[in-house]
């Protein structure tokens, strides 16, 4: 029982800190739906993608052998120039990741280019999105970023014996740290709409979070480059870089206060 509670633990940790890029992606997602449903979108879509994080889980459980084969299809390459393995698993990291620096770039280019932010989102309807859309897409991101962290899950707990107790565990835990998710997304967002500055430092972290999520699925891919084998970054990695913009970007904003004082 004390091994079982102690997994438990382990893996809402985990799912917590997994968890930190899906709620700043949440956060900058809602924000495109009409102001009075977001936060119904934040809410909702955490909400249905618990329910579905517990059906992926069921179904990794069943077929992860089939996520982890290369499809014989997509396994090939030119010699010395690139040569690739596609299993399920990469597929879907790489299409998640390239999505996220997708969104990040078009984000951070609307920012540079748009005269006058405050009325922007008014102006510019091709951005806006319905409240359905918006649930969509934290819903389908939000699943791209448990896949991972449920196969950890899964290598957690496989000490427990019981193949039935280990779901219910794992399930435990996705519904905790949904709750927690929950809870933050609000804050989060809050925190983001009074200090808009900060908008750019979440667009450039979750521009690294799609880099770390391509190259994971390269690396899952088996993708050769000129004989160069790509390697995933690390979270510590992760961590760290995201550390230093974090001090970057209040040093910047304190040295320019003082420019502005100074003036």
Known sequence: MLEILFTLIMLVLLQAVLGFDNLLYISLESKKAPEKDQKRVRKLGILIAIGLRIVLLFLLVSIIDYFQEPFAFLTGGIDD?????????????LIGGGFIIYTAIKEI????STKDLDTSEMVDTSRNKTANAAIFSIVIMNLVFSFDSILAAIGLTN???????????????????GLIMLFLADKVSTFLAKNRMYEVLGLFILFIVGIMLVTEGGHLAHIKLFGEEIVPMSKTTFYFVI??????DIVQGKYQKKLMSGK
Do not use: D, P
């Open 81 to 93: 120039v690139v040569k690739f393995a596609f299993n399920g698993h990469s597929i879907i990291v």
């Open 109 to 112: 280019w609307h920012m540079i």
């Open 159 to 177: 000490e427990i014996e019981n193949a039935t107790t280990a779901f219910i565990v794992m399930a435990i835990a996705i519904v905790i740290s």
């Open 243 to 248: 550390a230093v913009l974090i001090v970057i």
